[in-house]
């Protein structure tokens, strides 16, 4: 079994647990650190790794990832700047030309446009003046919903329309995007390429939201040689039942290294801010033109109800996607009637007693605090009579619930640095912060990123990062605390007790 002494570290304080006060060497053998001592004797096989007195803390999440979307940003065309359908044509129109005359099968992809602050809403015919026979998929910033040329609508075979493909009728083609845009050997190496990125910031797990048989199609990518990190995979409601007939169950590991494992059912039971579709209490304002003013569900109650005794049933976790108020309380009602284990992911808008509600089930609240940043202006306009409610980290971790951070990446970059930094300073410009009494500390902050381990010691998982500096020392909060986290230097992430390019033991 292989082993490894890490000498001279400084252990970082995480999860209220004390550290040692000075720098300790550990050993860990397997996946586990067997001995922390102020110095170990190596043994003649060990692998050493000298810390010189750097950082040492729990291995980063990030709790919420659409890798393959994420993956595939790269090669997109950025609308993240728009104001209007007309600068979004504008730059589609410069893409296309460059475009002209490339490989058969082209696709133009774009991504980060956000409708809900447009005086307009888009519409195809304006996408087909400016592209012609090149399909063109421009995906909006928050991901639910795409703005599809005649061609790409042809070429995905949605049907005609006037405007864009919104929420359950988009995901499915979402989902098929990689089919006519990338071959297997391009998917892997961006696969490939995101992993790389990921470790080198600190992040040994991730839980994979991705519209595909993520099961599969993760086990056969660890087995082939992308076993980097650790993927939690989720399923759909589409695949459900063959998840159940397959006898997977939450926490299964699925892979031959042991690093990928089953995760939850993923329900969207509402829609977003952005497309003006997350289903609240309270009319959006300025919501004259729209057919749902409150925006809508998903599900009836009574349905998501079913798919969460379904999941409870069958030993699966659940990851109830619920932004609006009204979508998280009933996410609420169904995890109290059922019995269900799992989170409400985003919980972006959530009505006081909802919160206590969230801490007395049981319920984590997975969050992207990156999001805020992105939001605030949307909110204002949006939802200008409930702000105060955006985004209540402060109040939810009070409250007794476990905050799980991540990205939601591509619509916010796979950075767990980037996500708390907003959870402590939440501002992304010279303005005040925004709801500033719902910061967290930098050490709240960390503990809702380490996938609820605490203080590195004898028993600890063996997924660890190592940092050119304390990231702890300074202010707690704030706008330095901010950018302490942001400058953050990871020297080495370690995931299973293997550093990179160490061979996995067994292969």
């Excluded at 995890?335 to 799992?342: K, L, P, V």
């Amino acid at each position: 079994m292989s082993s490894l002494v890490i000498r001279q570290a400084r252990v970082v304080p995480v999860g209220g647990v004390a550290a040692p006060t000075g720098p300790v060497d550990l050993r860990i053998v397997g996946d586990r650190v067997v001995e922390v001592a102020p110095t170990l004797r190596p043994h003649a096989d060990d692998e050493v790794l000298d810390a010189e007195g750097r950082w040492l803390l729990p291995g980063l999440w990030d709790q919420h990832v659409h890798l393959g979307q994420w993956a595939a940003n790269s090669s997109r065309l950025d609308l993240s700047s728009t104001t209007s359908p007309d600068e979004a044509t504008r730059l589609v129109a410069a893409e296309v030309g460059a475009r002209a005359g490339g490989a058969p099968g082209t696709v133009v992809q774009g991504f980060g446009h956000r409708t809900a602050g447009w005086e307009r809403q888009p519409t195809v015919a304006e996408l087909d003046a400016v592209s012609g026979d090149l399909p063109v998929v421009l995906i909006s910033g928050d991901a639910h919903h795409g703005w599809l040329n005649s061609a790409a609508l042809r070429l995905l075979d949605v049907p005609p329309r006037e405007g864009v493909v919104e929420e359950n009728d988009w995901f499915p083609v979402f989902a098929r995007l990689d089919e006519v845009t990338q071959t297997a050997e391009s998917k892997r190496t961006a696969y490939a390429k995101v992993l790389d990125t990921a470790v080198r910031r600190g992040v040994v797990g991730i839980r994979e939201m991705e519209w595909a048989d993520n099961a599969t199609e993760w086990a056969e990518r660890s087995n082939s040689g992308l076993d980097v990190l650790r993927v939690r995979t989720a399923t759909y409601a589409v695949g459900l039942a063959e998840t159940i007939a397959a006898g997977r169950r939450s926490g299964d590991v699925l892979d031959e290294a042991g690093l990928v494992t089953m995760g939850p059912l993923k329900i969207i039971s509402d829609g977003s801010l952005n497309t003006r579709t997350a289903f609240c209490h309270d009319p959006y304002v300025g919501s004259d033109e729209l057919e749902h003013p409150r925006g809508r569900p998903n599900n009836s109650p009574e349905e998501l109800a079913e798919l969460l005794a379904t999941a409870t049933a069958h030993g699966l976790d659940v990851a109830v996607h619920a932004i609006g108020d009204a979508a998280v309380g009933i996410a609420l009602d169904a995890f109290s009637r059922t019995g269900a284990r799992g989170s409400i992911e985003h919980a972006q808008l959530v009505a006081t007693d909802d919160v206590e509600r969230m801490a007395r089930l049981g319920v984590v609240a997975s969050v992207q605090p990156a999001h805020l940043l992105d939001d605030r202006d949307v909110t204002h306009q949006c939802w200008p009579d409930r702000a105060d409610r955006c985004f209540p980290l402060r109040s939810m971790l009070d409250a007794g619930v476990r905050l799980a951070m991540g990205s939601d990446a591509p619509v916010a970059p796979l950075d767990p640095w980037e996500a708390m930094a907003a959870a402590v300073h939440r501002t992304g410009d010279e303005r005040e912060e925004w709801n500033g009494a719902e910061a967290l500390t930098v050490e709240q902050a960390l503990a809702g990123s380490v996938d609820g381990a605490t203080t590195v010691g004898v028993g600890s998982l063996a997924d660890l990062v190592l940092l050119d500096g304390d990231p702890l020392a300074g202010p707690d909060r704030g706008p330095d605390a901010a950018a302490r986290l942001r400058s953050a230097r990871v020297d080495c992430t370690i995931v299973g007790g293997r550093m990179p390019g160490s061979p996995r033991a067994g292969r």
